[in-house]
């Protein structure tokens, strides 16, 4: 069909992936933290107290006190190339996008902070992509994380007149591929040692207690993808959960309490960070760092802390793996 000499111009239609992590930081300041830890700890999703009660006290207290803490512990992992999991995230993109090839758009947002997730929808439909697969880097499902990507992205399709089509890529805590990533890059740090560890601990971002009782099958992923890791190992693996705040009951047990007891019973242990995607400040700074002086100083032997799949060659394969199957019928 030939176009009237007046029309505008039509972009051809493309697909495009959306790779998206929790967020960071512009900069590892307190002012830059605080802005971050506001938008973050703003998400219902993420502290369901009602806003009446717990805005005050987010306000009044959190965020007068903890930014310059938080800071400090950000200046302890950064690069020159930025915040890790910012940089992180963008390997994964730009390896993703060499994989995929031209045919498909790569980008990648995260869900507190820069790029957002709402710009980067813009920005690939301005570049013609009608078809977009929103993919959160989280292998477990939560609704403190998994679903506030969903909502953040159903939101942003509010309004839009042209809405591109949106598919999600869904947990992916027992499938084979992230499996086999897993034991790849846990079987390549434990190579790395001069020691072969007592204990082999998975590390999991805690959530409140009560997010079990009220449906989230967050816990029951945890402990299957440790599960199904071991037999794999041929080896246990003790499952924990790091990242505890406020006074609510977290899930248990917790990873702090697990290393101080390991290292006062003369233990050597083995740590890494299956749901996580990029190593970040939780990994880098709460486990390799605070978690090895908590474990030495309770008398432990030796300690390392494995990374994660990062942009490393078994995670890119599972993330290329994943998103593949995920476009099927789009390319």
């Given at each position: ?60 207290i959190i965020l007068t006190t903890r930014p310059k803490k938080s800071a400090h512990a950000y200046a302890q992992v950064w690069t020159g190339d930025g915040s890790p999991l910012a940089a992180i995230t963008r390997a994964q993109a730009a390896a993703l996008q060499g994989a995929l090839g031209e045919g498909v758009a790569v980008a990648y947002a995260m869900r507190y902070g820069e790029p957002a997730i709402g710009r980067a929808i813009d920005a690939l439909t301005a570049a013609g992509c009608r078809r977009i697969l929103v993919a959160p880097l989280y292998p477990q499902y939560c609704a403190a994380t998994t679903a506030t990507v969903v909502d953040a992205a ?178």
């Amino acid at each position: 069909m030939t176009l009237p000499p007046d029309h505008p111009p039509v972009r051809p239609p493309r697909v495009a992936v959306l790779l998206v992590n929790l967020g960071t930081p512009d900069a590892p300041d307190p002012p830059s933290v605080r802005r971050y830890l506001r938008q973050f700890l703003s998400d219902r999703r993420v502290v369901e107290i009602p806003p009446i009660l717990w805005q005050p006290i987010l306000r009044g207290i959190i965020l007068t006190t903890r930014p310059k803490k938080s800071a400090h512990a950000y200046a302890q992992v950064w690069t020159g190339d930025g915040s890790p999991l910012a940089a992180i995230t963008r390997a994964q993109a730009a390896a993703l996008q060499g994989a995929l090839g031209e045919g498909v758009a790569v980008a990648y947002a995260m869900r507190y902070g820069e790029p957002a997730i709402g710009r980067a929808i813009d920005a690939l439909t301005a570049a013609g992509c009608r078809r977009i697969l929103v993919a959160p880097l989280y292998p477990q499902y939560c609704a403190a994380t998994t679903a506030t990507v969903v909502d953040a992205a159903a939101d942003h399709l509010k309004t839009l007149r042209w809405q591109p089509a949106l598919r999600f890529l869904p947990p992916y805590h027992d499938d084979p591929a992230y499996l086999a990533a897993l034991k790849a890059s846990v079987e390549a740090g434990l190579a790395t040692l001069d020691f072969i560890p007592d204990v082999l601990l998975a590390s999991f971002h805690g959530m409140p207690e009560r997010t079990l009782h009220l449906g989230d099958p967050y816990h029951c992923q945890c402990q299957k993808t440790a599960r199904l890791l071991s037999d794999m190992l041929g080896r246990p693996v003790e499952v924990a959960f790091q990242s505890r705040f406020g006074r609510a009951k977290w899930l248990e047990p917790a990873t702090d309490t697990r290393l101080e007891a390991l290292g006062a019973a003369g233990k050597s242990v083995a740590v890494f960070a299956p749901g996580f995607a990029a190593d970040c400040l939780e990994t880098l700074e709460e486990l390799a760092m605070r978690g090895k002086e908590q474990f030495m100083a309770a008398g432990g032997k030796q300690f390392a802390y494995l990374p994660c799949l990062n942009a490393d060659a078994p995670g890119m394969a599972m993330i290329e793996a994943l998103v593949r199957r995920e476009l099927a019928g789009w390319i």
